[in-house]
Each structure stands twice: as C-alpha cells, then as structure tokens.
C-alpha cells in the first residue's frame, strides 16, 4: 500500500471545457427519430416517411408542393433559375436591337444601285437558297446484291469433273440424298428441342 508524503490535499483537476460539456450533455434533448414517428402514427406499413421535409427552400411551405422531377425526359431541376424573366427580359432587348440593325442593312442594301446583269445574279442566287432550303435529300441506301441466279446452274445440269456420268445420274444422287435424311429429321423432332439426336433409339430402349 503507498503512503501518503505530506499533509497536503490534491484535488482533481477537470478543466473547464470538460465540465461544459458534460453541463451541455445533461441539458441535451433527446432527438425524435423517424422511428418514434413511426410508432406514434400506428407502426410500420401504416406510417408513411416524408422525404422532402429536410429540403432547404427558401419557404418551407414549398416542401409539400407536387412537382416532377423529370418532365418529358429532363431533370426539371437543371431548367430552374431565379433570374429567369430578367435574362429572358435581355435576350428579347438585343433581339429586338438585332432586329432593326438587319432591316437598316437591307433597306441599305435595297437603295443600292445595281446594274441590270448584277440584279439578275442576285435573283438567281436567291432563288437558289429558297429551292436549296425546300429541297430534301435523301441518304443513298444500298442496292441489293443480286444472287447467283446466272452463274450458278441447276441442280440437273452437269459441271465438269463433278464425278457424274450424266444428268440424270447426278438428279437421281441429288433425290436418293434428300430422302435419306427424311427418316433422321423426323426422329430429331421426338424431343423439345428440335435438334438431331443420333443416339435417341438408344435412350429410350
């Protein structure tokens, strides 16, 4: 057991912020949660959460407000802005000085003297941008490739070094091979699939 030095009595030393905080930890309320919400207005699958009441607006009546957050394919929220109608209120000013500064440019260009030749060239290169400006072109499409209906001859016809005596020869190999695969397409279809099994008089023996 340690014995004591002296006489002199230490007390403990807490610094002051630490006893503000613990003042301001008993004073603290306790937070409501949703969960208390929800317990109060009859439990889960009746109490609904409202997820706009933590919006930051500048009037919290607007928090209930109906609005789609994606018109016609856009977030409507990129197109919101405080300054709307002054900027819309600009653009129609310049649009409109624009405006006055292109008629005195025609009527400038109108008082002009021209030469009869010079009248002409400038009728014609309007009538042009007017049919240029009507016309619409179409994108070329590819043409079909034709088959091989000429270079290709019939099945009856002999081709050199094909291994045939003749035509008729060649047409009855062509009939004796499409009948001899009747009997296997009608066994591929015994199962869902219809694919050729080989080996389905096996399975089922």
């Given amino acids: 057991m340690p014995k004591p030095r002296d006489q002199k009595e230490r007390l403990v030393c807490i610094p002051k912020s630490v006893l ?3 003042a301001m930890e008993a004073e603290k309320v306790k937070r409501k949660l949703e969960m208390d919400n929800e317990n109060e207005n009859g439990g889960a699958g009746v109490y609904s959460a409202s ?3 933590h919006y930051l607006l500048v009037d919290d ?3 209930e407000d109906n609005m789609s957050e994606i018109l016609d394919g856009h977030n409507a929220f990129n197109f919101i802005d405080q300054d709307i109608l002054q ?3 600009e653009l129609e000013k310049e649009e409109g000085l624009l405006q006055e500064q292109g008629d ?3 009527e400038e260009m109108e ?3 021209l030469t009869p030749e010079q009248q002409q060239e400038l009728n014609e290169i309007r009538k042009k941008k007017r049919s240029n400006k009507k016309m619409k072109i179409r994108s070329k499409s590819r043409s079909m490739s034709r088959s ?3 270079s290709r001859p019939p099945v009856h016809e002999l081709v050199p070094d094909e291994g045939y005596k003749d035509s008729a020869q060649k047409l009855k190999a062509f009939k004796m091979g499409k009948s001899s695969v009747h009997k296997r397409h009608k066994a591929a279809k015994k199962n869902e699939g219809d694919r050729v099994i080989l080996t389905l008089n096996l399975l089922f023996r």
């Fill in 20 to 22: 503000e905080a613990k």
């Fill in 51 to 53: 997820l706009k009441k």
């Fill in 61 to 63: 009546k607007w928090k």
């Fill in 87 to 89: 900027r819309l209120e």
């Fill in 104 to 106: 005195g440019e025609d």
């Fill in 111 to 113: 008082g002009e003297d």
């Fill in 148 to 150: 091989r209906s000429i």
